[in-house]
């Protein structure tokens, strides 16, 4: 049996811990550049604001004076993840992290599991103030849609536990196909074009019918829904095989010099996620673009794809960017967004030794290891390498960020009495 605990707006959740004041009152966080709505409280949600909805646009609509607009905080947000993993890992024999704010847990062999995800919610809201809903079930795909159900029931316990068969079939007379995780818009769209719309409707269908509109995936989804496991509970996170670290500026850059320091930031940026995986890069691709939506500004986009000497050296990557950014910079236009993604990621302890490297491989892994271990005692960039600005003028625009309480030593959080 399976359990999958989400935080309820997580990242407006992250923010209410930290500052009593916004609770009950509407939240909204926005993406980078204070961009867009990314999450929202319930009451945000209330008064009609979509995600996706400029913030530009919204903050002048009439009605949405009291809303408190926050900028997102990632390093808040990560950590307050792994602080809900490490509750939860004390309570339950195993956890599986989907995302920031969703885990899957498994309850196998547990008495009561109803009443122990109540305990479960109870332990997180105490420990983090996060709240959370639980949905049980048999496999990921009930699980999932229990706890789409449990988000929708309000003044409820928070938990729904669809583990019963007969409860589930009853269920899925009535709910619709578009609420199954693995079901998006086009293969709802498909499921309508044949009349159905239900989950009952969808089960109805034969597995030749179901693979016939909706592939493998969508046979793979019936049967997760019927109770067969297919997605089985992993421990252990699938190997990335690429990683990508891409912003939007906060202000155009226009010259070489700093486009070069953003590149050289974010392959250093790279580097260190690289790193944290065990893993090694063999090509990358770096990307230069303009501002797609301005009706004045000239447009160019370019990007360079090439092999690279296997990697997860911060030096080196830099140097593969900054060349590779190079080529493709045209003077002359107002750029808006860059990105280095490393591609072709293998495991560390898989590669094989090069015959000529020119890199000393071993003095690299020292110098690398030293970095990584100043900058996690003492915080980001207490080490950094020369090309990186600080702080660089073309950062991202975060106009109402909240301070990193945990992960800062400079902005931790304060009590008067």
């Known amino acids: 049996m399976l359990a999958l605990i989400d935080g309820n ?7 209410r811990a930290f500052d009593p004041k916004l609770k009950r009152k509407p939240v909204v966080v926005l993406s980078n550049n204070d961009g867009c709505a990314i999450a929202r409280t319930q009451e945000a949600k209330d008064l ?17 004076e009291d809303v408190v607009w926050k900028s997102s905080n990632y390093v808040l947000y990560g950590d307050m993840s792994r602080r809900m ?5 004390d309570l339950v024999p195993e956890v599986e992290p989907y995302s920031i704010d969703e885990m899957f847990l498994d309850v196998s062999g547990m008495n009561g599991v109803e009443n122990h995800a109540i305990a479960i919610r109870a332990a997180v809201l105490k420990a983090t103030k996060i709240p959370t809903c639980v949905g049980i079930g048999p496999t990921k795909t009930i699980a999932k849609l229990a706890n789409a159900i449990a988000k929708k029931q309000r003044g409820g316990n928070g938990v729904c536990d669809l583990s019963d068969e007969r409860q589930r079939n009853r269920l899925y007379e009535t709910l619709p196909a578009e609420m ?8 709802v769209r498909k499921l309508a074009s044949v009349n159905v719309t239900t989950i009952i409707e969808f089960l109805a269908l034969s597995d030749d019918e179901i693979r016939k509109h ?10 997760e829904l019927r109770g067969t496991m297919c997605l089985p509970f992993s421990l252990a996170p699938a190997t990335r095989k690429s990683l990508a670290v891409t912003r939007s500026f906060g202000r155009s850059v226009e010259t070489w010099d700093e486009m070069q320091q953003a590149l050289a930031s974010y392959a250093t940026r790279a580097a260190e996620k690289l790193r944290r995986h065990g893993l090694v890069a063999t ?17 160019y986009v370019n990007q360079s794809s090439f092999g690279i000497e296997p990697t997860a050296d911060t030096f080196a990557l830099i140097a593969s960017a900054t060349r590779a950014g190079a080529r493709i910079w045209r003077q002359g236009y107002r750029y808006a967004k860059a990105g280095v993604i490393l591609l072709d990621l293998v495991p560390q302890q898989q590669l094989s030794a090069q015959l000529v490297p020119s890199i000393d491989p071993v003095r690299s892994a020292k110098v690398m290891r030293a970095m990584d271990t100043i900058n996690m005692r003492f915080g980001r960039n207490t080490v950094r390498p020369a090309a990186l600005a600080a ?10 960020v909240s301070p990193r309480y945990t992960t800062d030593l400079d902005e931790l959080f304060t009590a008067r009495a």
């Open 9 to 15: 707006s997580f990242y407006c959740s992250c923010e």
């Open 48 to 64: 009609g604001i979509k995600m996706g909805e400029p913030y530009h646009l919204a903050k002048r609509r009439p009605g949405l």
């Open 85 to 89: 993993y490490e509750v939860l890992t």
């Open 180 to 187: 199954v995780w693995g079901l998006g818009p086009a293969a």
């Open 214 to 223: 909706l592939s493998v995936v969508g046979l793979r989804t019936a049967w």
């Open 283 to 299: 090509a990358m691709q770096v990307f230069l673009q303009t501002n797609r939506f301005s009706k004045v500004d000239p447009q």
């Open 391 to 400: 702080p660089p003028r073309w950062s991202m625009r975060r106009s109402n």
